[in-house]
């Protein structure tokens, strides 16, 4: 949700600030900013729509900033006006003097806005973001001091931002602070960086502070200060980032959302080192610290996420409660936060985010914290907010994911829920050893399978080119599935804009069958296992309205044939390890169809691959 960027140093600084928001383009992408300190004056240049809109602008001023060194960028994912020019960020103050860029929302930007347009102030955007430019300048004219000015602006702000800032008084410097929101700051040889995440600054550095909520850090090439919403100095805390310069390559393939999907098998691979070791052994999840007492006694969970990461919590809720007989509720974080949720000590509370930085989930999770809960955090990104929360920390390893539709953090989610549920049916000694051992046979099998699948796509793609006209979609299956089923058209709607809808088949009948013709495809997600003949029964009653059918299955039953239109075959499997085995194709599905339709794969529309606002 938006992307920020600073930068004081020794460098040519418009090339730091493009690399930089190039980096964070799948925090937003509908406009994008900077300004820098030219001479006498702090330039600005914005432009609507994708990041190479700006280069655009820039290529044509290139002689007004060759020699600057101080900046500060933005990209943008709208909240408060329309991605236009005169909304993207950085926005100024009324005599253009002090330039801001913020990601995060600020709650009282109303009542600040009428206080400051009463006076003087001119507003020329319709964001909740130029309220703290004006602000700030406010307090700049009273204290002629910028990171005195921030401090006392901040105190006025409620809501959720992190901010740099920069003033025509000031050469190289940068003043930085946030609440609620990620910022860090670089640290390199006679240069700063302050930026949203890691990738924005790896290439230069991987020395790091992370700034706590409510600090103010001031940077200019030779120094950084640190103080506290009280003004005191603080000592800064600087950590080794454990990350390599990020390669965004796509390696040849079209689109990351294919590569990633490509990397999959090694995905799996990844999670499973040094916590599996061989079927007859037990799983080793040191990252759990709640004791095996405590495991052994432990009678209520909670899973909290959104999007994809909620369809993983939903097959970890089926496996927890399957292996430990452990009651699990799943709730989507959103409706977590606004209502009286009872948790206490004796629950686990699990947070799942691929970004580690979701706002609603992160929000869940303080609360949940506050009312004493063990918080286990599974994520891809051990640096973030929510992982620096957890008691219990699973990194899920899956490497940086650029597309902004998640496919290989899904995968990787998932394997923490087996990992986390068989491990923790080895505490309890609640499944026979035998049956142990064959589930993580299985287990060990997956990457080969995923492997087997993406080695011949041919089927999906045809299916692909078949079903891309159509207007609607509808994905049924039951049990384990029927997360697989709102994975999958979710990830369909999010990459083709078809309208597609997941359902457990069973409730068809009671509403949604009403919509069946002949021009709805109904794609039935049939594994072998407890619910197969059942959901062969709900697909043969859509057959019976017409509808087009599809299936995704591993059966190898001939009478498929005749019920389906299309099929997508899939290597078998034990039905618990199925939401693996058949979200791949459905991921692929979706991905060839948005191709097909031209759609913009990587980065779709209106959405961002961090949500930090609730
Ligand atoms: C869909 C997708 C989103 C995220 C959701 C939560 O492809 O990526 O639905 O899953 O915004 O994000 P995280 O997992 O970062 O908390």
């Known amino acids: 949700m938006c992307g920020?960027?600073?930068?004081?140093?020794?460098?040519?600084?418009?090339?730091i600030l493009i690399d930089g928001l190039r980096q964070l383009e799948y925090r937003g992408y509908d406009s994008s900013g900077i300004a820098v300190k030219c001479d006498n004056d702090v330039k600005v240049y914005k432009a609507e729509g994708k990041l190479e809109n700006l280069c655009n602008v820039l290529s044509n001023h290139k002689g007004e900033f060759e020699t600057a060194t101080c900046g500060i960028g933005h990209i943008r994912w709208a909240t408060h006006g329309a991605p236009t020019v005169l909304n993207a960020h950085p926005h100024t103050c009324t005599c253009g003097h002090l330039a801001i860029v913020h990601n995060g929302i600020i709650e009282n930007y109303k009542e600040l806005r009428e206080k400051l347009s009463s006076e003087g102030c001119t507003f020329r955007s319709q964001t909740d973001t130029e309220?703290?430019?004006?602000?700030?300048?406010?307090?700049?004219?009273?204290?002629?001091?910028?990171?005195?000015?921030?401090?006392?602006?901040?105190?006025?702000?409620?809501?959720?931002?992190?901010?740099?800032?920069?003033?025509?008084?000031?050469?190289?410097?940068?003043?930085?602070?946030?609440?609620?929101?990620?910022?860090?700051?670089?640290?390199?040889?006679?240069e700063f960086f302050a930026a949203s995440d890691v990738p924005a600054i790896i290439k230069h550095t991987n020395r790091a502070m992370y700034l706590n909520d409510n600090e103010i850090v001031t940077l200019t090439p030779d120094k950084m200060t640190l103080i506290n919403s009280d003004a005191m100095e603080l000592a800064p805390k600087i950590e080794v980032l454990p990350w390599e310069p990020v390669a965004l390559s796509?390696?040849?393939?079209?689109?990351?959302?294919?590569?990633?999907?490509?990397?999959?098998?090694?995905?799996?691979?990844?999670?499973?080192?040094?916590?599996?070791?061989?079927?007859?052994e037990e799983i080793v999840l040191n990252e759990v610290k709640l004791t095996k007492e405590t495991l052994r006694h432990l009678h209520r969970i909670q899973i909290i996420a959104c999007g994809t990461s909620l369809h993983a919590a939903m097959v970890g809720?089926?496996?927890?409660?399957?292996?430990?007989?452990?009651?699990?509720?799943?709730?989507?974080?959103?409706?977590?936060?606004?209502?009286?949720?009872?948790?206490?000590?004796?629950?686990?509370?699990?947070?799942?985010?691929?970004?580690?930085?979701?706002?609603?989930?992160?929000?869940?999770?303080?609360?949940?914290?506050e009312k004493g809960s063990h918080i286990l955090i599974i994520?891809?990104?051990?640096?973030?907010?929510?992982?620096?929360?957890?008691?219990?920390?699973?990194?899920?390893?899956?490497?940086?994911?650029?597309?902004?539709?998640?496919?290989?953090?899904?995968?990787?989610?998932?394997?923490?829920?087996?990992?986390?549920?068989?491990y923790m049916a080895e505490v309890k000694e609640c499944v026979d050893l035998g049956m142990l051992t064959t589930l993580k046979t299985e287990m060990m099998l997956l990457p080969q399978k995923v492997e087997r699948i993406l080695a011949n796509t041919d089927d999906i793609q045809k299916c692909a080119r078949r079903y891309a006209a159509t207007k609607d979609f509808i994905y049924i299956a039951r049990g384990i599935n029927y997360p697989t089923a709102l994975e999958g058209a979710l990830k369909l709607k999010e990459i083709s804009y078809i309208n597609a809808t997941g359902y457990p088949a069973g409730e068809l009948k009671h509403g949604p069958i009403a919509m069946l013709d002949e021009t709805m495809p109904v794609l039935s997600i049939l594994m072998n296992g407890c619910v197969y003949e059942k959901l062969l029964s709900n697909s043969e009653e859509a057959k019976a309205r017409n509808a087009r059918m599809i299936a995704l299955t591993n059966s190898k039953d001939e009478k498929l044939n005749d019920l389906f239109d299309s099929i997508i075959r899939v290597p078998d499997v034990i039905e618990l390890f199925s939401p693996v085995i058949a979200m791949v194709p459905l991921q692929l599905l979706a991905y060839y169809i948005a191709e097909f339709l031209g759609k913009d794969v990587d980065q779709p529309r209106n959405l961002a691959k961090s949500v930090t606002v609730e």
């Open 131 to 190: 309220v703290v430019a004006h602000l700030v300048a406010r307090k700049y004219a009273q204290t002629k001091n910028l990171t005195e000015a921030v401090r006392m602006a901040a105190k006025e702000l409620e809501g959720a931002y992190a901010l740099c800032v920069m003033h025509n008084d000031y050469k190289n410097t940068i003043v930085a602070t946030k609440r609620n929101a990620p910022l860090l700051v670089g640290i390199g040889e006679g």
């Open 250 to 280: 796509k390696m040849g393939y079209k689109h990351f959302m294919l590569k990633e999907i490509h990397e999959q098998p090694d995905v799996i691979r990844n999670i499973l080192v040094g916590k599996l070791h061989a079927p007859d």
């Open 379 to 422: 994520t891809n990104r051990p640096d973030s907010a929510m992982a620096r929360l957890a008691d219990s920390l699973i990194s899920v390893n899956a490497g940086i994911e650029v597309s902004v539709a998640a496919t290989k953090s899904y995968i990787a989610q998932l394997m923490a829920f087996y990992l986390l549920a068989l």
């Open 4 to 15: 920020i960027i600073g930068y004081t140093g020794n460098k040519s600084v418009v090339d």
């Open 317 to 369: 809720k089926y496996l927890i409660e399957n292996f430990c007989g452990i009651p699990v509720d799943v709730e989507a974080s959103s409706e977590y936060i606004y209502r009286r949720t009872v948790t206490d000590k004796h629950t686990l509370v699990i947070g799942v985010s691929q970004s580690g930085e979701t706002a609603d989930t992160l929000t869940a999770i303080k609360q949940s914290k």
